[in-house]
């Protein structure tokens, strides 16, 4: 269970009423500690990311002595009372520790996928524990202050699309692919990509709900199977990432769903009719080629990515280049001054020993006991 302590204010509450009031705001002057059902203790420190129904915070696992070391914790928004958004970090923490149970070392391409280390639930909200990860794709630009190169886009393009196919793989739908939902490692992995979100994460055999922002949901066809929907999902994405002007209904705010649908069509059908026009402007030949095979009925991911590895050896570039925010001068500064590696290593072997102590006792909870304690 869920534990948050908290001091006493200065407004003079008695310790049950003040208690009453914890909550896990973006701004905390006074330490919160949550503990989980593992009674490890964790320091909220602050808010990273705030969505609509959780909130990302950085905390601090403590260790003893003094000593602690860097997470994430996603917890449950205290306002969410009704509809999907109540069952989506349950579904996200009982599908994560099933992939570790049972495909992490099974599949390739398991690490674009962070594991689980620890979680924790009352009547009130749910979290887990997860690595710390740097920015989403929509940060990253942002801190940046500019767009990507077309070679980073093709190779972070190839790597959502190999996180995509792995979970395609055991029978799984994102069913939420968009640029902010993957995020770069942090130190030695900047260069890897992970996928995040799996609040909505469903089977084939559901029938899933698309994403709520139009622009990255799949054409409106139910003749066209749930795969090749989510490929749509992910081909959109890729065209925000090596130009977000060249999908068209970008370039115009407050543009009805309606009106995204159709330039979607017009999308479309300017790589059939191979007119330069239509969004498809300014990205390379090998992209057109992925929207007109997208068009057919029978292709596979595979097809896609041959197109992406084409592009790169066309303007030789190797997958294993430097990024452009690995060139930046704050990157390589911090590339210069490395951590203690003993401390390092102490911190690795915690993080793996609490995913260990998780996994040995875990019973998935049912749906019927989360609606319960919601």
Known sequence: MVAAEKAKSRSGLSSKEN?????????????????????????????????????????????????????????ENEDIKSGQAV???????RFLVEFQKRWRDQVRDSDHLQPICDFGYSKKYKFMIVPLLGPNLDQLRDEMKSEFSSPTAARLS????????????IGMLHTRVEPSHFCIGTEHRRNLLYLVGFGHITTFSNNPTWNRKTQYAPRAFASRNSIHMELECWFFTML??????????????????????????????SAISNCRGG???????????????????????????????????????????????????????SKKTKPDAKTYEKNVQNIAKCTVDLLKDYVPPSRKKDESKD
């Open 158 to 169: 190839l790597q959502a699309l190999d996180a995509i196919s792995m979970l395609h793989s």
């Open 279 to 333: 969004g498809l402007s300014n990205v390379p030949p090998e992209v057109r080629t992925i929207c007109a095979i997208m068009n057919k009925h029978n292709y596979r991911a595979a097809d896609l990515r041959f197109q992406l590895i084409k592009y790169l050896n066309r303007i030789s570039v190797s997958l294993t280049s430097p990024y452009e925010w690995e060139l930046s001068d704050e990157y390589r500064a």
């Open 240 to 269: 925000d990432l090596f130009d977000r002007t060249s999908l068209p209904w970008n370039k115009f705010k407050n543009m009805s769903s309606e009106t995204i649908e159709e330039r979607k069509l017009l999308l479309f059908a």
């Open 87 to 93: 069952f989506a970090l349950a579904n996200e923490i």
């Open 19 to 75: 208690k009453e009031k914890v909550k896990l705001p973006e701004e905390q002057e006074e330490k919160v500690i949550v503990k989980s059902k593992k009674r490890a203790s964790y320091e909220v420190v602050k808010s990273i990311a705030v969505g609509t129904s959780s909130t990302v915070y950085l905390v601090h696992k403590l260790l003893g002595k003094g000593s602690f070391v860097k997470m994430a914790m996603k917890a």
